[in-house]
Nanobody, 111 residues
Framework: VQLVESGGGLVQPGGSLRLSCEASGFTFSSAVMRWYRQAPGKERELVARISSAGGSTIYADSVKGRFIISRDNGKNTVYLQMNSVKPEDTAIYYC?????WGQGTQVTVSS
């Protein structure tokens, strides 16, 4: 199993960013996909989850209405569209599936 995140970086408060996670080594179209994040000094927390076909999503209260999780089963990729970002969204964002983690991508929200 390999999960490779990309798209992180520095963004100003109120801005947008799209994270991607390209998956391989398992049947992507059958797997629930999740995004987690971990801020300095804090525990890793679930940000969003999407069902295998993409018809069901769940969000943490802290990102509801601002972030959108989606997937393209033809490209074995899951996305996290981050809108109206806040400084408290600063964290390393991880992709998770089939008991495996990606390496993470850093998101920093700062002016």
């Amino acid at each position: 199993v390999q999960l490779v995140e990309s798209g992180g970086g520095l963004v100003q408060p109120g801005g947008s960013l799209r994270l991607s996670c390209e998956a391989s080594g398992f049947t992507f179209s059958s797997a629930v996909m999740r995004w987690y994040r971990q801020a300095p000094g804090k525990e890793r927390e679930l940000v969003a989850r999407i069902s295998s076909a993409g018809g069901s999503t769940i969000y943490a209260d802290s990102v509801k209405g601002r972030f959108i999780i989606s997937r393209d089963n033809g490209k074995n990729t899951v996305y996290l569209q981050m809108n109206s970002v806040k400084p408290e969204d600063t964290a390393i964002y991880y992709c998770y599936a089939v008991a495996s983690w990606g390496q993470g991508t850093q998101v920093t929200v700062s002016s």
